[in-house]
């Protein structure tokens, strides 16, 4: 089994930036795709930034300016940096993952439904 542990997450001022982490933990040698997904209220979704075992990434449009995600195989730990926030951020983060499939591979960005495991989540509120 795999389990995704995320920290990081907490409150922050719009223009601000936040930094989460994510360890992923047993049975990790079968995972390719590492990624955040955010839910914010009353919204479904939404697959933000996602990056492959050998450092490829892929970013949502919402994404793609003021976020990076990154990885430290040694640790099994994935990051999500995320600059310049602001009140539209507020929601709960995600750490997924999932096995290597050609289809994931082949899409333009991150989706939410193709991850395969999921942490517990972690929430971000932004304030003005």
């Known amino acids: 089994q795999v389990q995704l542990v995320e920290s990081g997450g907490g409150s922050g001022q719009s223009g601000g930036s936040l930094r989460l982490s994510c360890v992923a933990l047993g049975y990790t040698s079968s995972l390719y795709f590492m990624g955040w997904v955010r839910q914010a209220p009353g919204k479904e979704r939404e697959g933000l930034a996602s990056?492959?075992?050998?450092?490829?990434?892929k970013y949502a449009d919402s994404a793609k300016e003021r976020f990076t995600i990154s990885q430290d195989n040694a640790k099994n730990t994935v990051y999500l940096q995320m600059n310049n926030v602001n009140l539209d951020d507020t929601a709960m983060y995600y750490c997924?993952?999932?096995?290597?499939?050609?289809?994931?591979?082949?899409?333009?960005?991150?989706?939410?439904?193709?991850?395969?495991?999921w942490g517990q989540g972690t929430q971000v509120t932004v304030s003005a």
């Open positions: 997924a993952a999932t096995w290597y499939s050609t289809d994931v591979a082949n899409r333009r960005g991150p989706v939410a439904t193709d991850f395969r495991y």
């Open positions: 990056i492959d075992l050998y450092g490829r990434t």
